[in-house]
């Protein structure tokens, strides 16, 4: 089956039972056991539950892995993942990712002794002298990287990248929220592991909060689904169905939010209000060309520099479609002020110094039509600079 109709039939197709279309919601925290000794196959809801295991199965056919794994929370996902590590570790990481993504290593994991280090991971030769640097301590264990990054866009080579770290004995961890496996597919690249904040493109209507990881080796499930069930950060059974009805019609959102960008990337491009567009579909960016051979689309986050002359908290509350809030990926426009928002939990002078500047400003294009958009973004760069 192509991606298409493995959004809409993988996994698990309905209900064999009754016939019913739908993967039945089973809200029951626990299953009565026929025999003593004997179970259904299921026994508590933290361990199994019918309506978790149809979204991890079709994360699992979408990535092209061997098994998934749902959660609560993108962050949720990424810790159970990072809990495979353990004291005297070290991770990389990409030098600008979700800040939350930062702040649990930071935080959490480094009071536990393991360690991460920041790597620009855009460059190969960067990576390799942190291997190098730590070779003889043994003690780089994974790498974990987003591409494109959050807020940035920065395009790391996934491929390049797993080929470095298995001659390193490390584990290549992707963050594929803002690609989705409609448009990138990490494992097939080489990578070890995928994680998702489901929240965004998955999900697409911005009313769950949910994680997936997605590996392609049993061993690794293994072990993941032993951390989730020991850890508890499982998905709801409502959540679950939730999320596997908007995962039907990735598809067809994602071309638009594709369609879209793009459109709103070249108007940025041009607008005399806007400094600097970091969007991987525009030629210009340093990333395209590993892009356009990685994926299959270029996807539907924008981060742009506004011009000092526009009043950033004002061009963000003027905005009457576009809605001023955190997140990405809803079939709805969202626009957030990284520095403040989602990445402020990032120390200030590595802020700075990566490029997440006071008025950068991160736009998730969503599906509502194009010229209404560009419509609303130029209206509020007028207000912007209304007291000039
Ligand atoms: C790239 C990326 N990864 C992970 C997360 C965390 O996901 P969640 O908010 O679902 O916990 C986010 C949230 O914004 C994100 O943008």
Known sequence: MRIESLLIHGGIDGDERTGAVNVPIYQTSTYKQPFFGVNTGY????????????????IADLEGGIGGLAFGSGMAATTAVLTLFKSGDTVLISDNLYGGTFRVLDKVFKNFGIQYQIVDTTKLSDIKDALEALKAEGSVKGIFIETPTNPLMDITDIKEVSKLAKEYGALTIVDNTFMTP???????????????SATKYLGGHSDLIAGLVVVKEQALWDKLHFIQNATGGVLAPFDSFLLIRGIKTLGVRMDRHNENAIQIANFLKENENVLKVYYPGLEQHPGHEIQKAQAQGFGGVISFVLDKRIDYKKFLTSLELVTFGESLGGVESLICHPASMTHGSIPYEIRQSVGIVDNLIRLSVGIENVNDLIEDLYKAFEEGKAND
């Open 43 to 58: 026994e508590y809801s933290r361990t199994g539950n019918p309506t978790r295991e149809a979204v991890e199965k079709l």
């Open 182 to 196: 409609y448009l990138q597919k990490p494992l097939e690249l080489g990578a070890d592991i995928v994680v998702h």
